[in-house]
């Protein structure tokens, strides 16, 4: 079945970190851009970053960047995104999706919670 | 960046009814790189739409898009139950990607 599945999220205190995870089958993962897309509650969506097929390019909201970091492991066919010095507003849903531009495959997402 | 806003927010309409769903963008939008999602409750989107009007696999052709430049559409000819959700356009042509705030369109 071609699918994406988030895992790692949680509650974490203010000036925390956590890393995301997406695991992704019945696709040919190293042939696609990958992509991180958050959803605080009761919000609209917001794009987070991007990664090359290979990792060598990455781009990201200039808000996050600097505290948020995206990558990839082809040979597990997963996608990564550490966050560091975490806020209350970077509570969401955090979805991984398929694409570099516009994403065809999105997976269930993972909730962050940031509170003390 | 580029900003888009959604028309109107909130649509009510009947199932059988055709529902017109507007996207207005602060800058030029290059080349229809413009994308529809369709989000239901608890569920990820799905992506509908995209280049402006390009169906995306598996997305019933009651489904339509169209529109350039900084002014977009969505069309869904007759509207079915299932149809009823929040829509949000997406923007691809600069950096960053940015989404709409959404319309919702409920059952009237």
């Known amino acids: 079945e071609v699918q994406l599945v988030e895992s790692g999220g949680g509650l974490v205190q203010p000036g925390g970190s956590l890393r995301l995870s997406c695991a992704a089958s019945?696709?040919?993962?190293?042939?696609?851009?990958m992509s991180w897309v958050r959803q605080a509650p009761g919000k609209g969506l917001e794009w987070v970053a991007n990664i090359e097929k290979d990792g060598s390019e990455k781009y990201y909201v200039d808000s996050l960047k600097g505290r948020f970091t995206i990558s990839r492991d082809n040979a597990k066919k997963s996608l990564y995104l550490q966050m560091n010095s975490l806020r209350a507003e970077d509570t969401a849903v955090y979805y991984c999706?398929?694409?570099?531009?516009?994403?065809?495959?999105w997976g269930r997402g993972t909730l962050v919670t940031v509170s003390s | 960046e580029i900003v888009l806003t959604q028309s109107p927010g909130t649509l009510s309409l009947s199932p059988g009814e055709r529902a017109t769903l507007s996207c207005r963008a602060s800058?030029?939008?290059?080349?229809?790189?413009l994308a529809w999602y369709q989000q239901k409750p608890g569920q990820a989107p799905r992506l509908l739409i995209y280049g402006a009007s390009n169906r995306a696999t598996g997305i019933p052709d009651r489904f339509s898009g169209s529109g350039s430049g900084t002014d977009f559409t969505l069309t869904i000819s007759r509207l079915e139950p299932e149809d009823f959700a929040v829509y949000y356009c997406?923007?691809?042509?600069?950096?960053?990607?940015?989404f709409g705030q959404g319309t919702r369109l409920e059952i009237k």
């Open positions: 997406q923007q691809y042509s600069s950096s960053p990607i940015t």
């Open positions: 019945g696709f040919a993962f190293s042939s696609f851009w």
């Open positions: 999706g398929r694409g570099k531009w516009n994403f065809d495959l």
């Open positions: 800058q030029t939008v290059s080349a229809g790189y």
